[in-house]
């Protein structure tokens, strides 16, 4: 559904002498050799802690049952301090997209299928809200809800970053048959009245499936195909 990529361009004055206030070479050069280059790993959360959180509330209606897009209002908070920065969204996947509010941000603003913002300062937060093509009818009653993939990239690399899903179904219709990642240390899923809560704690790229049947339908359970969760980098 969403990626935040930061873009800053960082120059240096030509020199022989190392910075003072950098890590040794040697040092530098390890950090950049553990730097997670896109692959999912699940961290406990006190790893995550003052991380980008990128919060999401999904409402699947009757409307999406019929035509695939679902209500989505999402909120940044710990936004990285740079230049520049861009929250990203699939370009066929996205509609409706609309800021609602911004703080510490010297400038946001909606270009295209993106949301672009200037002079990010320390604490800065953003909400916008939107439609998200993100429900797939998978035929004979069986519905499947994939987002992402979730990310906090800088260059090359993927960094700690927390998300949260509040998700809501109407389950008189509805009933969960599979979820995919599967429940585990960094990624916990909740039942609610109203739907599912979901909280992950990662590095690298997240993709979510979570799929669902007909309450009538006793027959669709494991019947779906494989979340595929890979995405062009």
Known sequence: MALLGLMISVAFAATEEWPEDWPDEADLEARVARVN????????????EGAHYHQNRIAITEASLQRGWVDLEQCHENIDPVPAAQILFRKDGIRKLA???????????????????????????LCVRAQSR?????????????????????????????????????????????????SQEGFRVDRTREGLDVEATFEGRLITCFDFCERGDKTCDGMAPACATSAAR
């Open 37 to 48: 280059e896109g692959d999912l790993e699940f961290i406990p959360a006190p790893a995550a």
């Open 99 to 125: 800021i609602d509010r911004s703080e510490n941000i010297g400038r946001a603003w909606v270009e295209g299928h993106s949301v672009q913002l200037e002079n990010v300062g320390r604490d800065a937060e």
């Open 134 to 182: 993100a429900l797939q009818s998978l035929g004979d009653g069986m519905y499947r809800l994939r987002n992402g993939p979730y990310m906090r990239r800088f260059l090359d690399g993927y960094y700690p970053m927390r998300v949260a899903l509040e998700i809501a179904y109407p389950s008189d219709r509805l009933r969960l048959v599979g979820q995919t990642p599967a």
